[in-house]
């Protein structure tokens, strides 16, 4: 079935070059908790806390079947009369579409592939990363009103995305594709100035582009702000990167950067 799901900004339905979105509320968290577990069942307890956590109704079971069935509705309007994509189970609903069929689940995918093969093939990791981030629109579940579940996944979709951003930066730096990402990496510095592996991925670009004395200024740079901010001094790597740049040690030119946890 051609139908896609995107999660990964405002929360739109994709079907045959038609594009929805998802109303009511409601409806847009139940749709967003079972395409984060397409093929798998939602428990109806997990979906009345996220709905109405924080001001539980009487009635909860009722609006919650009231719900699902406007989103029935809207899918089969997408898709056609026959569609039953939302199944009832004994003790929740499913929504029965395969994962990729979502923008979270491919970037996930995409993610993971890049990152397998980051040491052996950086030019192959650089196309993967790309195209994992290709997938966002915007902040994942921008509209969805949802609860610790949908809170929870927010923050680690986003930090995921950091990650493969920061993975994508250390493949190119690694191949030798410099073009503008001393730019992007300066950009994510200023979203993330506490973040360590961003400074050190700086300093070697700079470094690697001959401009050993802005690179030392990123270190004195970070150095300033975590002791201004927490009363902390970089970390060892950030010092011994630090250190052969001060000695213009040959073998850094090759070091790579440290790995993205």
Request: proline share 4%.
């Amino acid at each position: 079935m051609n139908l896609q799901i995107g999660l990964l900004g405002t929360t739109i339905l994709r079907h045959d070059g038609r594009e929805t979105s998802v109303r009511p509320n409601q409806a847009r968290t139940i749709l967003a908790l079972l395409a984060l577990s397409c093929g798998r069942v939602v428990s109806t307890e997990q979906l009345i806390d996220e709905l109405w956590a924080d001001r539980p109704l009487g009635n909860a079971r009722n609006a919650l079947q009231a719900n699902v069935a406007r989103l029935r509705r809207l899918l089969a309007s997408l898709v056609g009369l026959d569609a039953d994509l939302v199944r009832a189970e004994a003790n929740g609903y499913l929504l029965d579409l395969q994962p990729d069929a979502v923008d979270a689940k491919r970037f996930d995918d995409l993610a993971r592939a890049g990152s397998a093969c980051l040491l052996t093939d950086p030019a192959r990791a650089a196309g993967l990363f790309e195209a994992a981030l290709q997938q966002w629109r915007g902040m994942p579940l921008l509209d969805v009103a949802g609860g610790h579940t949908c809170r929870a996944v927010t923050v680690r979709l986003s930090e995921r995305r950091l990650d493969v951003r920061k993975q994508l930066a250390e493949a190119n730096l690694v191949r030798g594709a410099t073009h503008g990402l001393i730019s992007e990496i300066k950009q994510l510095v200023a979203e993330h100035p506490s973040d360590e592996q961003l400074s050190e991925l700086l300093m070697l670009a700079l470094y690697r582009s001959g401009r050993q004395s802005e690179a030392l200024a990123v270190f004195h740079n970070i150095r300033s702000w975590l002791g201004a901010e927490f009363g902390l001094e970089p970390g060892p790597r950030l010092h011994q990167v630090q250190h052969a740049i001060l000695n213009q040690d040959r073998s850094f030119a090759a070091l790579r950067p440290s790995p993205v946890s």
